[in-house]
């Protein structure tokens, strides 16, 4: 055996400690759907916010209106719930086929890993809210989310530390050009999900 034989194994072997020591059960479809879910809830937002009628940047209805905050509220909860349900059953899916567990030691800590930023972060928004601070809570929950992925990608692709990055990035420009929160929500969690998702698909799962 020679020497690029030897370092040839050698790559292969800590290819395969690098895999059983990340949680590889995310669906790259998954992040497509969620996605995709989130330029609907954005869309709707939009409506709620702007009207059906008036032209971009001028509002039928202030964002300070109570009826217009619940309903924004309702519009992401929803798209969260079914996100959160849909990322939970393709994992399980993916996860079953390849004779794995979603639950396991590398799952845990990627989960305690995300918990602190995004406890901490909706745990601000809620105090925005309260505090009547409508205009800081799309970049607040942008870069929170960000800070999540970045603690999370220790665990998992490499992709979702670039994906928690861009998110940060998108919540600083959020604060930048206030007024626009359902434009950079649908572009953080809507456009770049997308894309994140086709990337994981069309380079880990796509054989």
Known sequence: MDQKDILKEIGQIRSMMEKSSKFMSISGLSGVLIGCLALVGATAAYFVVYGTDSAFGYRDYYVLDTQVIWKLIIIALLVLAISVTVGISMAKAKAKK?????????????AKAMAIPLVTGGLFAMLLVSKGEYGLIASTLLIFYGLALAAASVFTFREVRVLGVLEIALGLL??????????????????????????????????
């Open 98 to 110: 390849a004779g794995q567990t979603i639950w396991n030691p590398t799952s845990k800590a990627l």
């Open 174 to 207: 959020a604060l930048a050009f206030p007024g626009y929160g359902v434009v950079f929500w649908a572009l953080g969690f809507g456009v770049l999900h997308i894309v994140y998702g086709l990337i994981v698909h069309k380079k880990y799962e796509k054989r």
